[in-house]
Every structure is written in structure tokens, then in C-alpha cells.
């Protein structure tokens, strides 16, 4: 069984300041996908990055950047000089290959992320 | 990149009724299409699987009678929830995937209140 872990419930930060959320996550499979997703008041969901397990290469795009670590089985997503457009629920998800190659994503229960002006 | 079009983004509806949610990919095909519902605050549930052109595969506790879903061809998949009862009210999304390793994209969810 997958499983992902967001221990933070909720950060509140002053913009301008980075910030990290954290997720941890289990799973059996040596193949699988990693996500980040975006929610914002809106409700809409927005992709963000995926990694596979193969590529523990760390990313990173504008102020957003990724760390992914098998051997603690995390993969932290990092706001650097966070601005108050950040502000939003953040999931991380994990997903394996399922019967007939579908990869369907187990979300975690997200963090919401509050940035103060 | 990719989108997925979900409608309506809101609903309010009366005891009873049946709504129907549709959700599309505009720009590419999508053999898979997924239903999800997120309650408050909470993450978000897979709810079905939708093939195109089969049954749903509907995750267990969700009960297919009340939440029809449809997967008629390659860009629309529908989710009907029959007499809906305030239990129901939920923020609903769907997400498509094309190609086997794509990741999936989601359509801006549904808002629905059952009065």
C-alpha cells in the first residue's frame, strides 16, 4: 500500500521568507511517480513537478525547488522569497504502477500555506 | 499543456435531484479519466476510474448507484450523482491522463450543495 505523509497541517510565513514543506512517503514499488500539486483558493488543481524514483536529481524552477531523497523517503518542495500569490493548499502525491498501467496518485492531506504581506 | 475542462464549477440543487458533472480533456485524448472529491480542508478521495468505453472502477465505500459515471468516448467522462441528499455536498473533481506516463491534469472542480 502507498502512502504520503504531509505532517504540517497548516505554516504561515511573512512574504519573503522561504519555506519548506515536507512529504514523506511509503511505498513497496521500486517504480514510481512523485507529485507536487497546487490548490488555490480557487479550487482548482495545478501540476506543479513530477519525479520519477529513478531521478533523485534535485529541481528547481524560479523560486520553486525540489529535493528528493529515497533514503528517508522524502521529497520536500521549498518557496524561496515567498510572496503572498503562494498562498494556497500544496499536496504531494505518490503513485505506482497499477494493473494496466494506470498510475493513479494517493494525495497526502496537504498543507496550507498562508503567506502574511 | 494539457487541459481539462470540468462544468459546472458550481451547483446548487434540491434533495432529490440528480446532477450531472461533466469533465473534458480539450487537447489530447484521455483512455483514463478519474473522479475524486475533496471534503473541507481534507484531501482529496479517488472516488472512480473511468475508462473510456468500459465500466467504472469505483474505489470501495463509494457506491456506483448513486455516483453514475460515464466514460462515452476519448475527451468526456460524466459523473451523475443521483438523488442527492445534503451528504452529498462536496467540491468534485475529475483529472485525465493521455499517455501512460503523463501526469494527470485536473479540471477546476465542482462545487455542489444539495439543499
Known amino acids: 500500500a502507498q502512502k504520503v505523509t504531509q505532517a504540517q497541517t497548516e505554516i504561515s510565513v511573512v512574504e519573503k521568507e522561504d519555506v519548506t514543506l515536507d512529504c514523506v512517503y511509503e511505498?513497496?514499488?521500486?517504480?514510481?511517480?512523485l507529485f507536487w500539486y497546487k490548490q488555490p483558493p480557487s479550487g482548482e488543481l495545478v501540476f506543479l513537478i513530477r519525479r520519477n524514483s529513478f531521478d533523485e536529481q534535485n529541481e528547481i524552477s524560479g523560486r520553486y525547488s525540489w529535493n528528493f531523497q529515497k533514503s528517508t523517503s522524502s521529497f520536500n518542495f521549498t518557496i524561496t522569497a515567498s510572496q503572498v500569490v503562494d498562498s494556497a493548499v500544496y499536496f504531494c502525491a505518490l503513485s505506482e504502477e497499477h494493473t494496466g498501467g494506470s498510475y493513479i496518485p494517493t494525495f497526502g492531506r496537504g498543507t496550507s500555506l498562508i503567506v502574511h504581506p | 499543456g494539457a487541459v481539462v475542462s470540468q462544468h459546472p464549477s458550481w451547483v446548487i440543487c434540491k434533495s432529490g435531484t440528480s446532477v450531472k458533472i461533466e469533465c473534458r480533456s480539450l487537447d489530447f485524448q484521455a483512455t483514463t479519466m478519474f473522479w475524486y472529491r475533496q471534503f473541507p480542508k481534507q484531501s482529496l478521495m479517488l472516488m472512480a476510474t473511468s475508462n473510456e468505453g468500459s465500466k467504472a472502477t469505483y474505489e470501495q465505500g463509494v457506491e456506483k448507484d448513486k455516483f453514475l459515471i460515464n466514460h462515452a468516448s476519448l475527451t468526456l467522462s460524466t459523473l451523475t450523482v443521483t438523488s442527492a441528499h445534503p451528504e452529498d455536498s462536496s467540491f468534485y473533481i475529475c483529472s485525465a491522463k493521455g499517455a501512460i506516463n503523463s501526469p494527470l491534469h485536473f479540471g477546476n472542480g465542482t462545487r455542489l450543495t444539495v439543499t
Open positions: 511505498t513497496r514499488d521500486t517504480t514510481y511517480y
